[in-house]
T-cell receptor, first 119, second 113 residues
Framework: AQKITQTQPGMFVQEKEAVTLDCTYD???????LFWYKQPSSGEMIFLIY??????QNATEGRYSLNFQKARKSANLVISASQLGDSAMYFC????????????????FGQGTILTVHP | DAGVIQSPRHEVTEMGQEVTLRCKPI?????LFWYRQTMMRGLELLIY????????DSGMPEDRFSAKMPNASFSTLKIQPSEPRDSAVYFC???????????FGDGTRLSIL
């Protein structure tokens, strides 16, 4: 069974500082993908960044980067130069398997980390 | 481009009533997902479709829940009869392919009294 663990219920960061949100995963499938989503207090789910298990480089999207350590089964989200608008719940999620397999496309989500950015 | 569109945004109804939630996925997306989010259980996948065909409904809590996708641009999630424990935010999401990011609608906040 697949499992995603986010061990930090809450994190605080000063505006303009960098912050790392932790995510560890567990799967025996060699093909998988890792996603990060942001959920502001308004409730919508916003896709941030994706890392595939075969990707050689760590994913980056603007101020977001993913610190992918395959041997440690971790996929931490790094937000650089935090902004007040980054205050939100952040979810790590995992997809396993290849096209044609059972449950291909299915995402398993972690419990989330609430990030608060202080001015 | 229009995102995933869900309706209604809010629904308050009495226990025992039928509830129908609606979703229009992003055009061209072959996968559609229904999730439920609660404080206690977090985000749970209820069911998902590929090319309008249900692929995995193992997350549907019980027979009171049903979902359909009659065509590529419309899906419904129905609860009949509704119970207070069904109160949650229900999200619909779609993706271009199974390994692509899922894009979520704004959700339906459902309250069963």
């Amino acid at each position: 069974a697949q499992k995603i663990t986010q061990t930090q219920p809450g994190m605080f960061v000063q505006e303009k500082e960098a912050v790392t949100l932790d995510c560890t995963y567990d799967t025996s499938d060699p093909s998988y993908g890792l996603f990060w989503y942001k959920q502001p207090s308004s409730g919508e789910m916003i896709f941030l960044i994706y890392q595939g298990s075969y990707d050689q480089q760590n994913a980056t999207e603007g101020r977001y980067s993913l610190n992918f350590q395959k041997a440690r089964k971790s996929a931490n989200l790094v937000i650089s130069a935090s902004q007040l608008g980054d205050s939100a719940m952040y979810f790590c999620a995992m997809r396993v398997g290849d096209a044609g397999g059972t449950s291909y496309g299915k995402l398993t989500f972690g419990q989330g980390t609430i990030l608060t950015v202080h001015p | 481009d229009a995102g995933v569109i869900q309706s209604p945004r809010h629904e308050v109804t009495e226990m025992g009533q039928e509830v129908t939630l609606r979703c229009k996925p992003i055009s061209g997306h072959d996968y559609l997902f229904w999730y439920r989010q609660t404080m206690m259980r977090g985000l749970e996948l209820l069911i998902y479709f590929n090319n309008n065909v249900p692929i995995d409904d193992s997350g549907m809590p019980e027979d009171r829940f049903s979902a359909k996708m009659p065509n590529a641009s419309f899906s419904t999630l129905k609860i009949q009869p509704s119970e207070p424990r069904d109160s949650a935010v229900y999200f619909c999401a779609s993706s271009f392919a199974g390994d692509q990011p899922q894009h979520f609608g704004d959700g339906t906040r459902l309250s069963i009294l």
